[in-house]
């Protein structure tokens, strides 16, 4: 692996930027804050004794449900192979922060527990690319509890974006926390595979999304990537 300055558009770099992404929705995430990367303006990586591979980050990161965008500075240390765990990340993007979504939570959280049929969805986008706008929410939801996997399998090899919702189901509210089974399609853009994940997920306005379990899922030779959403 290089060090020193690296090329924004390159692998090196757009693979750590993204690990800042997962990191950003893993922290602040919600079906009303969904964090994608917009841009790797400059990257830099340097080799940390014993500990692995540094990489310092200006990025532009862009909120997708309101569709905003902010510059962040970050560091990545990816962790030596003798070693191996997560990525640590350290991020400053404090304005992801002002953008008001209590009332919009509030008002989804009371719908779905209020519903006397519990929620499902599947296909999320389906093959055209699309999603109905009601399972919006169930979608981003879904793209941010897949970023707590990502972070978490994330190397110097890989380079992760949720795919599609293949199921999601409502499961009974527990202690106030809305409850949902996952089983999302991750995209592995470097090997091109698709990795099934299961993942069980609470999320309420007071504590956020948490993902309780996740399980890998026997991996899928022929599946394809689906369309991204319209």
């Not at 690296?6 to 692998?11: E, Q, V």
């Not at 692995?52 to 997708?64: A, C, F, P, T």
């Not at 897949?146 to 992760?160: A, D």
């Not at 089974?181 to 309420?204: A, G, R």
């Amino acid at each position: 692996m290089a060090t020193g300055e690296l090329n924004p558009s390159h692998y090196p770099a757009q693979r750590a930027a993204n690990v800042v992404k997962h990191y950003l929705n893993t922290r602040y995430g919600s079906p009303y804050r969904w964090v994608g990367l917009h841009k790797v303006h400059s990257a830099n990586a340097e080799e940390v004794a014993e500990s692995g591979r540094k990489y310092h980050l200006e990025i532009s990161v862009q909120e997708m449900t309101g569709n905003t965008t902010e510059k962040c500075s970050a560091e990545v240390l990816f962790p030596a192979l003798e070693n191996q765990r997560s990525p640590q990340v350290q991020a400053s993007c404090e304005a992801l922060l002002t953008a008001n979504t209590t009332a919009q939570e509030e008002a989804l959280y009371q719908q779905y527990r209020r519903n006397h049929t519990l929620l499902s969805g599947h296909n999320l986008p389906d093959s055209y690319g699309h999603i109905d706008p009601d399972m919006k929410p169930l979608w981003h939801l879904g793209g941010v509890a897949s970023s707590f996997v990502m972070l978490k399998e994330s190397t110097e090899n890989t380079l992760y974006n949720m795919a599609q919702v293949a199921n999601v189901t409502q499961l009974e509210t527990e202690n106030d926390q809305l409850r949902f089974n996952y089983h999302v399609l991750l995209h592995d853009m470097v090997s091109q595979e698709i990795i099934h994940w299961k993942l069980l997920v609470t999320w309420s306005p007071a504590e956020g999304v948490k993902v309780l379990q996740m399980e890998e899922l026997p991996k899928c030779e022929h599946c394809e990537v689906p369309p991204k959403p319209n």
